[in-house]
């Protein structure tokens, strides 16, 4: 791993423009490098946050972006549970990704069959890894410390062959839910974490803290030869000790 960076910001009307400036500058990196930007998405406020910024930004392109789902929701598009249904209608439609650029779950499949599919879906566009190598990967946590769908104590912790893993007893609901495994997190070129809100403070504590030791899945994400960053605000850095970096909307990264 490149190392760990936790970045503390005031608030999250602070933290917003840097994951912005996070995602446009290794998008741009990675075009330079390898001609495309693969970016996994996940759901939650995350949503609502980057589609936000990176709206409010002014020359963005994204023609050259292969966006995939950290985890989704076995639901229908239109449901309002679907991630992907959430990125569309605030995100993907006022932007020039193009179709083919986004890759979803096939909703009408089986837990099983639809977790099979968008595997075979990522080989494709990963045709010379084993695991994908995403170029970023942005992750929440709850505040049971799961994050993808990988929830605490749960078997999938411990899988190892699998890219994407169907998973039918979630125990935050919808239950039917398929999510990428920790052999493709750890893999990529750079995963962001960002959390907010006073009920992430005891167990960002804890998964920050204890390191490998941590029995919360967030606390497995060590990418291999990747980044890691960890941007947090105020109210869920509250109980650290451990050195932070405080920034503020300006910083680079």
Request: a negative charge; glycine letters at 8%.
């Amino acid at each position: 791993m490149a190392g760990r960076r936790v970045l503390v910001f005031p608030s999250s009307a602070e933290l917003g423009p840097v994951l912005a400036q996070l995602v446009t500058s290794r998008a741009g990196k990675a075009i330079g490098s390898h001609g495309r930007f693969t970016l996994g998405l996940s759901g939650g406020s995350l949503v609502s946050m980057l589609s936000k910024e990176l709206l409010a930004l002014s020359e963005l392109d994204c023609s050259k972006w292969l966006v995939g789902f950290c985890d989704e929701r076995l639901v229908s598009f239109d449901d309002p549970e679907s991630t992907y249904g959430l990125y569309k209608s605030q995100l993907f439609s006022k932007i020039n990704i193009p179709e083919s650029g986004i890759l979803t779950i096939d909703c009408s499949l089986p837990v099983n069959e639809c977790a099979e599919d968008y595997t075979r879906k990522l080989k494709e566009v990963f045709p010379d890894d084993d695991f994908p190598v995403f170029d970023l990967l942005l992750l929440g946590m709850g505040p049971d410390g799961h994050t993808c769908s990988l929830f605490p104590d749960h078997p999938l912790l411990e899988e190892t062959k699998k890219i994407v893993a169907p998973i039918s007893d979630s125990p935050k609901p919808p239950p039917q839910r398929v999510t990428m495994t920790f052999p493709v997190v750890n893999s990529a070129r750079c995963v962001a974490f960002i959390s907010t809100g006073g009920s992430k403070a005891p167990v960002l504590k804890e998964v920050l803290e204890d390191g490998e030791a941590s029995p919360f899945p967030a606390a497995r994400v060590v990418p291999t030869k990747g980044e890691l960053f960890w941007l947090v605000d105020e109210p869920a850095a509250a109980s650290l000790t451990i050195q932070v970096e405080r920034l503020g909307s300006g910083a680079k990264l």
